[in-house]
């Protein structure tokens, strides 16, 4: 299936992606998986339908997939006791034809909520419990043949004061109308459903904004390990830490910090994965387009290895190019001077970057 994609399209690619889908070099996946390690990316199931070039992208490059949104709640259940798994199960065929492996995301996150949760949850303790059972139960029970690795919590560290999005005065939760609802024992309730729902399931916890040399940065990994720990303590199911990996090129990165949280994380038993990875470039650009994308790559090759110094096998960025990237629209993430970011592998048009080159050699290392 992969190949016939890939041969259909050959005569329509532009340049560039013409070059990387024809060659016969590997892909990154058979790159990756050769040396024992994973890569994968972000998908829409729209984008992948709409757009046969990038979905011979993704054959070509991805050994995982991971559901930009229709695993979010939303999206699965726009209204409360109506489940709409189309668009999810839409990537599961996709990465079942092409004999890809799929990541879910997510089971629990204080954003991409649909309307009606935020009011529902906070009527009561036990409404929300159930809520939250009845969800995680049916995503799983219709998942369970296709997706054996979920983000069961999404984001739930609280951001301590200095960074990007401060929430002080909350302890090591985020306030969310989850914490709100259920106090803090939801990660650790959300947790144990998903286990009994599931019991082989790989429960995973996904995070933000823990890898760089700052003191908020730091400040964050002592709370996530501070919770781990005592989710862990408590025996309370848990596989694996997903550190999402979008990066920001205004923040200082060192390997020593980043590589021993990573370490006592896997000391714990867990398995630690790059779940979102993709580059904010900084304010201040290089003058030509060739400075700026041998910058991301320079940064993200000292992250990628550096989280490889510290156990991690399996990569995925968060989508393969620039074009349609929640770093380009998204109001707020999107730079203010207009430019396009380029901190994905592909360019706007499909064509390849440093970025690439970079993850070929990375995993050919
Ligand atoms: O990239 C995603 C964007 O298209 C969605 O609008 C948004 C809300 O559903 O979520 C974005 O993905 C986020 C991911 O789910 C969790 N980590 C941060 C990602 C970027 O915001």
Known sequence: MQRRVLLGLAGTLPLGCTAVAQSSAPGLRELARARGMSFGTAVRS????????????????????????????????????????????????????????????????????????APALAEGQSQAQQILETHITT??????????????????????????????????????????????????????????????????????????????????????????????ERNCPLDAIGIQGHL???????????????????????????????????DVLAPTIEGRDAAVAEYAGAF?????????????TWGLTDRDSWLVLEPGVARRDGVVTRGHPYDAELRPKPLRARLAQFFSA
Do not use: C
């Open 304 to 316: 990628l290895q550096a989280s490889r110094d510290g156990g991690v096998r399996s990569f995925l």
């Open 46 to 117: 729209e984008k992948l339908e709409a757009d046969p070039i990038l979905s011979a992208l993704v054959a070509r490059e991805a050994d995982l997939i991971v559901p930009e949104w229709e695993g979010k709640w939303d999206v699965i259940q726009p209204e409360r006791g109506r489940f709409e798994f189309e668009p999810l199960r839409a990537v599961m065929r996709f990465a079942q034809a092409q004999n890809q492996r799929v990541r879910g995301h997510a089971l629990l996150w204080h954003e991409a909520m649909p309307r009606w949760l």
């Open 248 to 282: 920001q090129m205004r923040e200082p990165f060192r390997p020593e910090p980043y590589v021993a949280f990573l370490r006592a994380l896997r000391a714990l038993g867990l398995a630690v994965l790059i779940t979102e990875l993709d580059v904010r470039e900084p």
């Open 139 to 232: 995503v799983l029970a219709e998942t369970r043949a296709g997706i054996r690795d979920w983000d069961v919590v999404n984001e739930v560290i609280a951001a301590p004061p200095g960074g990007d999005n401060p929430t002080p005065g909350s302890g090591d939760l985020r306030p969310t109308p989850w914490l709100a609802a259920l106090g803090p024992g939801y990660v650790e309730r959300a947790l144990r459903i998903a286990r009994q729902a599931d019991p082989t399931l790989r429960l995973t916890i996904n995070e933000f904004a823990v890898y760089s040399d700052t003191p908020w940065a730091q400040a964050k990994r002592d709370s996530l390990l501070r919770v781990v720990r005592g989710l862990l």
